[in-house]
C-alpha cells in the first residue's frame, strides 16, 4: 500500500521523535527535521502529502518557511503545530497558506484526526484555479469543472475526488485501498464496482488511455508530456 509522506519540522528533538514514531506507527512515512533551512532543503528534494511545521522554528520560523514554500509551488496542506493562541497569529498563519492549526501540549489521537482529515481532502495551493491536464483539458478546482476545447463539463463529488489525487500522484500506481481510504469517508461502505464506474466515467471525459489499470495493484494516471 502507497504510504503518505509527511515532513514533519519540530526543533523540540523529544516532540519530533514522538511525533514521527506515533505517524509512522499508524502506517505513514516520516521526514524529520528540526530547523528552517533543513525544513527547505527537504521540501525541493522530494514532494510530500502533507506538512506539520512548527511555528517557532530556528533559522526560518514556520510563517516565513510555508509562505516561501506556496510562492515556489508547493501544494501540500499544512498544519501548524504552535502555542500561540492570538487571532493575530492565526490570521498569520492561515494567511501564509495553513489549512490547519494544533495547539500544543496535543493529545497524538487529535493529531491523528487532523492529519487522516486533511489527507482525506483534495487540497491545491496553486495560483490557478485551473490545473492543466493537457492541451485541451483543465481542471477547474474551485468548481470541481473539466473544461475541454472550452466546453464545461462538471463532476460528481467522487468523480472531483479521485480526478484530484490521480493528478497530485501523476504517473504513480494508487492502489486501491489508498483509493478507497481517500475517496470514502469513515463511515462510508468503499464499493469496488462504484470505483470502476467513477473510472469509467472519467475515462469517457479525459480519455481512456489517460488512467492505465495495473493489475492486481491499482491506477495510474498518465500526464501528458
Not at 490547519?100 to 489521537?109: C, E, G, H, Q, V
Not at 470514502?184 to 469509467?200: C, G, H, M, Q, V
Not at 475515462?203 to 492486481?216: A, F, L, T
Request: with cysteine; hydrophobic share 40%; charged share 30%.
Amino acid at each position: 500500500m502507497n504510504k503518505a509522506k509527511i515532513l514533519v519540522v519540530e526543533d523540540d528533538a523529544n516532540l519530533n521523535e514522538t511525533i514521527a514514531e506515533f505517524l509512522e506507527e499508524e502506517g505513514y512515512e516520516v521526514i524529520s527535521v528540526y530547523d528552517g533551512y533543513e525544513a527547505q532543503e527537504k521540501l525541493y528534494e522530494s514532494p510530500y502529502d502533507l506538512l506539520l511545521l512548527d511555528v517557532n522554528i530556528p533559522k526560518i520560523n514556520g510563517f516565513e518557511l510555508l509562505r516561501e514554500a506556496r510562492e515556489n509551488g508547493v501544494a501540500a496542506p499544512a498544519i501548524y503545530i504552535t502555542s500561540m493562541n492570538s487571532v493575530d497569529d492565526l490570521e498569520k498563519g492561515f494567511g501564509s497558506g495553513c489549512d490547519d492549526y494544533i495547539r500544543k501540549p496535543f493529545a497524538l489521537k487529535e493529531l491523528k484526526i487532523r492529519v487522516d482529515t486533511l489527507l482525506k481532502r483534495s487540497f491545491f495551493h496553486a495560483s490557478s484555479e485551473l490545473m492543466p491536464i493537457s492541451k485541451e483539458i483543465a481542471y477547474n478546482i474551485k468548481n470541481n469543472e473539466l473544461i475541454i476545447d472550452g466546453k464545461t463539463i462538471g463532476l460528481g463529488n467522487k468523480e472531483s475526488k479521485l480526478l484530484k489525487l490521480f493528478m497530485k500522484h501523476e504517473n504513480e500506481v494508487i492502489v486501491h485501498e489508498r483509493i478507497y481510504e481517500y475517496l470514502w469517508n469513515f463511515d462510508e461502505e468503499p464499493s469496488d464496482t462504484a470505483l470502476r464506474t467513477y473510472i469509467k466515467n472519467l475515462r469517457k471525459i479525459i480519455g481512456k488511455d489517460r488512467i492505465v489499470s495495473v493489475k492486481k495493484q491499482g491506477y495510474k494516471f498518465i500526464a501528458e508530456k
